[in-house]
């Protein structure tokens, strides 16, 4: 069985950084695209970014979160800067087994981390 296991969350104020990690327990060969998605307290989970040939990510991090992989390690990453309160939130780590499909859906991916706590303070 899969398991992915993320770190790196935190409390920081809004200005700060953060860099998560997740680190996946089967070969990340396997996973075509590796993605984050976060869900704030009354809201439905939404795409953050994804890497699959290259990375993606949703209007409101482009420019501030940067998303990488290291398939040596199977690992992905997501370092964070300039956060914002509106940043808050569970951060999910994602692997989807094939490029085909909807990157920016999470019921297109088959992998789930168990999530991440970040809080932004203003």
């Known amino acids: 069985q899969v398991q992915w296991v993320e770190s790196g969350g935190g409390l920081v104020q809004a200005g700060g950084s953060l860099r998560l990690s997740c680190a996946a327990s089967?070969?990340?060969?396997?996973?075509?695209?590796m993605g984050w998605f976060r869900q704030a307290p009354g809201k439905e989970r939404e795409f953050v970014a994804a890497?699959?040939?290259?990375?993606y990510y949703a209007d409101s991090v482009k420019g501030r979160f940067t998303i990488s992989r290291d398939n040596a390690k199977n690992t992905v990453y997501l370092q964070m800067n300039g956060l914002k309160p509106e940043d808050t939130g569970v951060y999910y780590c994602?692997?989807?087994?094939?490029?085909?499909?909807?990157?920016?859906?999470?019921?297109?991916?088959?992998?789930w981390g168990q999530g991440t706590q970040v809080t932004v303070s203003s």
């Open positions: 994602a692997g989807k087994r094939h490029y085909s499909g909807n990157y920016f859906a999470s019921s297109n991916y088959d992998y």
């Open positions: 089967v070969g990340t060969f396997s996973v075509a695209v």
């Open positions: 890497f699959a040939w290259s990375p």
